[in-house]
Nanobody, 117 residues
Framework: QVQLQESGPGLVKPSQTLSLTCTVS??????????CSWIRQAPGKGLEWMGA???????YDSPSLKSRTSISRDTAKNQFTLQLRSVTPEDTAVYYC?????????WGKGTQVTVTS
């Protein structure tokens, strides 16, 4: 059974870079047609897809966040990461990682990130 776990700081100051890591267990992120995504949900808002990295290493960006996000992976650790630059209080949200074959079949529990000075 595939399980995902997000990790990272719960508090980030404005203008800093948010870094989150998702550790995948029970499956390899390099398996054919396996995709790893980041999604967030701000208070009172819907889910927002932030981007993904494919089994091949190909990257997929959200047009609205592309200039501020970087997604990468460590295949040896079976992890993928999100960096969000120049954060503002509007980036306060619960951040989720998700993965699966051709989509987002399995989700982590989410981690709260608050941007505050």
């Amino acid at each position: 059974q595939v399980q995902l776990q997000e990790s990272g700081p719960g508090l980030v100051k404005p203008s800093q870079t948010l870094s989150l890591t998702c550790t995948v267990s029970g499956g390899s992120i390099t398996t054919n047609y396996y995709y790893c995504s980041w999604i967030r949900q701000a208070p009172g808002k819907g889910l927002e897809w932030m981007g993904a990295i494919a089994y091949s290493g190909s990257l997929y960006d959200s047009p609205s966040l592309k200039s501020r996000t970087s997604i990468s992976r460590d295949t040896a650790k079976n992890q993928f990461t999100l960096q969000l630059r120049s954060v503002t209080p509007e980036d306060t949200a619960v951040y989720y990682c998700a993965s699966g074959h051709y989509g987002m079949n399995c989700w982590g529990k989410g981690t709260q990130v608050t941007v505050t000075s």
